[in-house]
């Protein structure tokens, strides 16, 4: 088009800034790898044109459109590299505006994209960046500049460059500026209007503090919680407590590891499912709000864990199978509450498992395809009878496996033994001291060593499967069980020495 024009044949061919802005704009929406780098390769042909006066072409300037339009490109693409060609093009334009462009006179818009930048980039030092950005701002707003005041969306992009930087202290940073734009607002709330707080930003300082590993994070996140909740009370619109904000102070307490979190993490979650049963649709608990008191629960070891982890499973279960699409349960869910009920070692804890593996098996068949049991929920049913201290344990946890791998045979191979499932059924034999536990743990060994010469590199025995059996045989009070468990013993060493690292002789 500009070669045309150029040559003089069709002068109603001229291009525009308009023009040269819109390809810009193009390019910055169209998602190739290219984008920024021919993004900004138009804005300097632009920026050619107007510099040398070609004929006609003096009218054709960057402004801040033009400007803008780069800086959000190479926003979008990530990294320092491209935090620091934004950083560029706005000292660019503030060069340019000095030289008497006011066309290209950056604006909060300019600013604003320009601290995103900074704050994707995540890089050490990005979000002390992002907030000298945001002093800048402040100092030439108050010195007479009302184009690049600063906003809720600016102060948004600061918090957000210090909650991702994972930095020391950033969690307490990124509050304080909260704590600072909320004092501006309410200075002066008509002619700070716009620094008016949101759900965004303090669902954004919450996050940061969930993240911070902080000894406080966690009543640090839940303070902010409620402070939300006051403001909200207070007339304040568009600061309301949300879904995510929950989702995160209960992932900041399950992180915590403090006594008592996974019931705070279970009573925030009843808390949302009342609020939401109500009427209160922001507060519709998802598949990440109910997996984080899983986990929470799951781990806390407390006592009643594993029943009050079921009972938020099966609390997924039903809003799925009600046509609540947010929240999906998955085999990793029943994993984790699998595990519960095995470390818990409550009566019935095993047969509970057991049961738990069942339901799981029935929903698959049923049509679930996001639940079906894998190899780590049949270990973890094995290790619930191996941990139960019952007398039928033993055979129960060979009977299971047995059956993982009639499954296994005949196609299932997402429920392959494993070293480790093996492992499980010899621990149990060493734990229950009958007559005959010792032995069958031997045969249970000899059968790994077998099929892993057979070539199933799965079944590798280790020093814990050698280990147990030698307890097997030390707690069986048998006669010869001493010559047995210094023949497994030798037999390691031998494995050892030959070049097998698996099988390292330990003091235990």
């Known amino acids: ?14 291009p525009t800034t308009g023009i040269f802005n819109a390809v810009i704009n193009s390019w910055a929406r ?3 790898p290219m984008a920024p780098t021919r993004a900004e390769q138009i804005l300097d042909w632009m920026d050619q044109l107007h510099r040398t006066g070609q004929t006609g072409n003096l009218d054709i300037k960057p402004d801040k459109y033009s400007y803008n339009t780069v800086i959000h490109a190479w926003a979008k693409s990530g990294g320092r590299q491209a935090a620091m060609k934004a950083q560029g093009l706005l000292n660019s334009m503030h060069l340019m505006y000095r030289q008497g462009n006011t066309s290209a006179k950056p604006d909060t818009i300019t600013y604003n994209v320009v601290i995103n ?30 184009d690049v005041k600063p906003n809720v969306v600016t102060y948004g992009a600061v918090i957000d460059a ?8 950033a969690a307490a940073r990124a509050d304080n500026i909260l704590a600072n734009m909320i004092r501006l607002h309410q200075s002066d709330p008509i002619r700070n209007h716009d620094l008016r707080p949101n759900t965004y930003v303090f669902n954004t300082v919450i996050n940061a503090w969930a993240k911070s590993k902080q000894s406080d994070a966690a009543s640090k996140a839940e303070e902010m919680l409620v402070a939300m909740g006051r403001l909200h009370a207070c007339g304040i619109p568009g600061l309301k407590p949300d879904a995510f904000t929950y989702t995160a102070v209960i992932d900041a307490w399950a992180k915590s590891g403090y006594r008592g979190a996974a019931t705070r993490a279970d009573q925030l979650l009843e808390k949302m499912e009342t609020k939401y049963i109500e009427g209160d649709n922001d507060l519709k608990p998802n598949t990440f709000t109910y997996n984080a008191v899983i986990n929470a629960l799951a781990k806390s070891g407390d006592q009643g864990a594993a029943a009050r982890a079921e009972r938020v499973l099966q609390n997924m279960v039903r809003r799925h199978r009600d046509g609540n699409d947010d929240v999906k349960p998955t085999t990793i869910n029943f994993n984790t509450v699998l595990d519960a009920w095995a470390k818990s070692g409550g009566k019935g804890a095993a047969a509970r498992a057991e049961e738990i593996l069942v339901w799981m098996d029935q929903l698959n068949k049923s049509g679930n395809t996001d639940v079906k049991p894998d190899t780590i929920t049949f270990n973890a049913v094995i290790d619930a009878w191996a941990r139960s201290g019952e007398k039928r344990a033993p055979r129960r946890a060979e009977e299971i496996l047995d059956h993982m791998d009639t499954l296994y045979r ?14 499980t059924v010899i621990n149990a034999y060493a734990k229950s001291g009958e007559k005959g536990s010792a032995s069958r743990a031997e045969q249970i060994l000899a059968s790994m060593e077998q099929r892993a010469r057979d070539g199933d590199e799965d079944l590798k025995p280790n020093t814990r499967t050698h280990t147990s059996v030698i307890d097997a045989w ?33 003091a235990h």
């Open 1 to 14: 088009m500009n070669k045309l024009y150029q040559s003089g044949h069709n002068p109603n061919l001229k």
């Open 30 to 32: 169209s998602g190739e």
């Open 117 to 146: 930048a900074w704050a994707k980039s995540g890089g050490e030092g990005s979000a002390v960046e992002a907030e000298r950005l945001l002093s800048d701002m402040h100092r030439l707003y108050d010195s007479g500049n009302a």
């Open 162 to 169: 210090w909650a991702k930087s994972g930095e020391k202290g």
């Open 410 to 423: 005949s196609g299932n191979e997402d429920v392959k033994p494993d070293t480790y499932t093996y492992n």
């Open 474 to 506: 030390a707690k069986s009070g048998e006669r010869g069980a001493a010559a047995r468990a210094e023949h497994i013993l030798k037999s390691m060493q031998t494995q050892y020495n030959g070049g097998n690292s698996l099988v390292r002789p330990n």
